[in-house]
Each structure stands twice: as C-alpha cells, then as structure tokens.
C-alpha cells in the first residue's frame, strides 16, 4: 500500500464548514447575483424592499432612501419597526437575529407578512455581510433602539440611546470594497428609477430619494397605482380611449391587479409583476392574461358581428398589437425561479388571473362598445397585414422555386391554394387571350 503524503490525505480536517455568514462573503454571486454594479446597487433593493414589504402589509407610509457623501446608503421607513425583544430560537435580540442569520425573517408564512417580495429571507443579513459596516436604528415601544456591524459582525449589544414618538426602521451601510472591486458607487438614476416603480406598484406610500452628493432630490406619490404605471407608458402615443380598464379582485387568499390600455402602435407593453418584483420572463399570471384576452376579445368579436362566421379567429399577436398593460399579482408563497426572481410558476396563479381578467375584461366592454370596437379593429387589421405579410412571402419563397425555368412569359401566376379558385386558360393568340 502506497504511503499518503500530507497533502493527499482526505478526512474530515480537509471539510471545510463556512459558520453565519460566512458562505454569503465566500460566494457572494450565490445571493446577489454579480459584484458589480449591478450587484452593488441590489443591497440597495434588498433593504428597501423590506420597507415596501411594511408598506404592502399596511404599515408604512414613506420610504427614504438618502445616498450619503461618505459613500453609504441610509434607508429608512415609518413602519412598525424590527422587533428588538429576544428571539425564543436564538437567545439574541431579533433584530441581531434578522441581520446576522440566513433564512430568518417574517416572511415564511404565519410570520410578519401575508405577501413579500423577500421571499428568500436573505436580504438584510447579505448586505450586512457585504458591508464594512452596518448600522440599525429602530424606533420602537418609545424608544430608540441602535446597533452596529462591521462585515456582519456585532460590534455591541442592542441599546436604547433615546426617545421616540414615531416607530420605523433606519439601516445605514457602506459596501465592502474588497467585495465589490468594480464599484461601490451608487448610481442616482437607479435609486430614482427603482423607487418610481415602487410608488406605481404600492398606491398610496411615498417614495424619496436624496443625493447628498450632488444635493439631487426625487419624490414619488401615486394615488392611482398601476393605473397611473399605464398612463406614463403611454406617453407620447396616441390612446384608443382615455379610459384606462382596471381591476383589482382577491381570489382565495391571492390578489390581483390589472390595468389595461391600447394605442395606436404596433408595439406591445406588458409588465408583469409578482409581490412588487418584475418578472422579464412573464410565468403563470402573465399566461393567465394573454388566454384571457385573446379569448374574450374573440368572443366579444363574434358576438356582435365585428367578426364574420367565415373569417378566423384573431390570434394573440393580433390582439396585443398596440397593448399596453400592468399585471401585479400579491401572493403569500410566491415561486420564483431562483432568486433573481425572472419568472413565476404558481400554477394556480394562471386560473386566477385568466378568471379576473375574463369576467371584468368582458365586463368592460360590452359597457364600452365605442373602445371595444377600436381595439377589435385595430386587431382585425393586424390580422389582415399579418395576412397579407405571409401571402407575399409564400409568393417570393414560391417565384424563387421557379427561377431559372423556361416557363412561358405569357402564363400569370395563380396566388390561391385553394384548387376550386384556380383555373388555366389555354388560348389561340393574343387577341383571344384579351376577351
């Protein structure tokens, strides 16, 4: 048997166990995707998405998000506050629990949160541990509660260090650099395009951002929701009807949300959403809406003789043609695929949204024939173009097959497939040919 040198033994000192938070420092791709400038400014949403959390849960108003000149982020809200007594599980407070464990959080159901967009429970114990340091203060029970984190490690105990008559959260960080090698400076224009689309998503809170860099400043409020989120993507184009179609309807223990207008472009605008997170790659709801659509349009279509009994259905590229729409789904066990969170897989998600927006869509527009009979021709002539577009492509692709053969000059091509619609002439002479 041969002898094993040092460095070819293998047991269980050659296992290496990563402790805390360790694993997030060792492989922090692994919980926030890049160490980037992408990944920079996602510490940024990881904290500010517990904010809207609260907000979503009806316990916030305002979310402030100030860009420090020491190059740190200070993110705060007027929500309930992170809970500050011990924890029963892990003998420290909770909030050293929430920032310094993985997986701990209210948003596992029968927690804090019926619907959250952190469905992981990592986010404020990763940028704890990506930060060179951390500070959080909480407002809570009259009192002002602080402690601070250097590389996600408690530097002190939980203290109270004042009064308070308001409750909230404050998280201050700064990103570590020997992480975040390519930046760790924020970008304003983000900031201010992130928490734009919060303000639309969450109707009522207050979004704000302040640059303490370049004294910059922005503030969102929008009474109307997604609503207004349709009208600003329909900017500049010329709308079928001022009228925006909207929805918002719980099923079971799911809600959702719809809004829906047509322009008079060939382009179509759908964001769908899922908890307040953008899913790219559309899922289950975005499924659920397009069935819907295109079925009820057809129905609608046939039932008052926009279509003739002969002619086909319209297709979904047909009826999408100058579409713009807002999906927001809000569900406690949101399945996401992974956790950049691109595409929802809810199976039951589909059923809903297909309901909501068969029976309210349709709905709508037998109360507005004029706006139904726009968008049902709008789409009649997509199909027709669509039509049109194929025909003359068979007709390139079917000459391109010919060329090069000696056919006669005199002969004209047949553009039907249909046999009884064909028929060949055989003539004497030009003369006869013209009769």
């Keep these: 048997m041969a002898k094993q040198t040092k460095g070819q033994v293998y047991d269980g000192s050659q296992i290496q166990v990563l402790e805390g938070l360790e694993p997030v420092r060792k492989r922090p791709g692994m919980y926030i995707g890049s160490t980037g400038y992408d990944g920079v400014h996602h510490l940024i949403k990881e904290i500010a998405d517990n904010c809207i959390d609260e907000a979503i849960a009806g316990y916030a108003t305002r979310v402030e998000v100030t860009l420090l000149k020491d190059g740190g982020v200070r993110v705060a809200d007027d929500g309930r506050g992170i809970p500050v007594d011990k924890h029963p599980k892990t003998g420290k407070s909770t909030l050293e629990t929430v920032l310094t464990i993985l997986h701990a959080g209210g948003k596992f159901g029968g927690g804090g949160y019926k619907v959250s967009s952190g469905l992981h429970g990592v986010g404020s114990s990763v940028v704890n541990a990506l930060s060179t340091k951390m500070i959080a203060e909480v407002r809570k029970i009259g009192k002002v509660y602080r402690q601070e984190y250097a590389t996600g490690v408690p530097q002190s105990d939980i203290k109270a260090v004042g009064k308070s008559e308001t409750t909230g959260t404050t998280i201050t960080f700064y ?75 719980q099923v079971e223990d799911c809600m959702v949300e719809i809004a829906v ?6 382009a179509e605008t759908v964001k769908p959403f899922a908890n307040n997170v953008l899913t790219p790659d559309g899922g289950t709801h975005l499924v659920g809406f397009r069935a819907a659509l295109t079925r009820v349009i057809n129905d609608y279509a046939r039932k008052n003789g926009l279509l003739k009994e002969k002619e086909d259905n319209l297709t979904g590229d047909d009826i999408r ?10 569900l406690p066990d949101p399945q996401f695929e992974g956790q950049t969170k691109n595409k929802l897989g809810n199976p039951e998600m589909r059923r809903y949204v297909d309901q909501v927006m068969s029976e309210y869509f349709a709905y709508y527009l037998e109360e507005n024939p004029a706006t139904a009979k726009k968008v049902v021709g709008k789409a009649t002539l997509a199909a027709r173009a669509r039509k049109a577009a194929r025909a003359a492509r068979d007709n390139v692709i079917r000459k391109g097959a010919f060329e090069g053969l000696n056919l006669p000059s005199k002969l004209t091509d047949c553009s039907s497939r249909n046999r009884k619609d064909c028929e060949l002439f055989i003539v004497e002479g030009n003369s006869a040919a013209g009769s």
């Design 175 to 249: 990103p570590d650099p020997t992480i975040f090698k390519e930046t760790v400076n924020f970008d304003y224009k983000w900031v201010v395009n992130y928490l734009r689309h919060q303000a639309y998503l969450t109707k009522g809170v207050y979004t704000s951002v302040v640059d303490e860099r370049t004294g910059d400043r922005k503030a969102f409020y929008f009474e109307g929701g997604i609503q207004s989120y349709v009208k600003n993507l329909n900017i500049g184009k010329d709308v079928l009807s001022d009228d925006i179609f909207y929805v918002e309807k």
């Design 261 to 266: 207008q047509y322009n008079d472009t060939y």
């Design 321 to 330: 043609e100058g579409l713009t729409a807002v999906i927001l789904v809000k």
